[in-house]
């Protein structure tokens, strides 16, 4: 946690902290809009990804190419995933060692982290060559374990992203 502690305070004398919380202070309605930006954000990137892993599973839309239906959805997801970052980092850097010393933050980027590098390795892959996945059998399999894990992946970065308001109580219960 020490990497934590110093990230937090490196962040706690930033410009861009006094710059977040002038904003969530100043601007009327600026943490509500701020927060649906950020949750529509979420619906987009979990909406995309899902729908990409479901099709490589082989357990939804199965009139379309597995290729087509990531070259249609991942700009959504990559740009969602844009606005997550900033949208969520007002909230970050207003208040890093909230979230720097919540382990369920923590718990939430490591997730996150393969969750990233394995839509980036579908999205990549599936550039190379038109139908890379369906190809060959060992392809496919291939594919379906990259989205099996992504799918539980990605559950858990939700999961987490919501726990992380509710950990205080199980870390620091009144």
Known sequence: MAIADQLASLLADSPMRDASLYMLRNIPGFPPIIQTIHILAIAVVMGSIVMIDLRMLGLAVRSQQISEMI???MPWFWTALVTLAISGSFFVFARPARYFNNPVFIWKFTFLLPALILALV???LSRREVDFWGR????????????????????MVAMAGRWIAYSEYLYYPA
């Open 122 to 124: 579908l999205h990549l």
């Open 136 to 155: 060959s059998g060992s392809r496919l399999l291939t594919g379906r374990l990259i989205a099996l894990t992504s799918l539980g992946l990605w559950i």
């Open 71 to 73: 070259r249609r959805l």
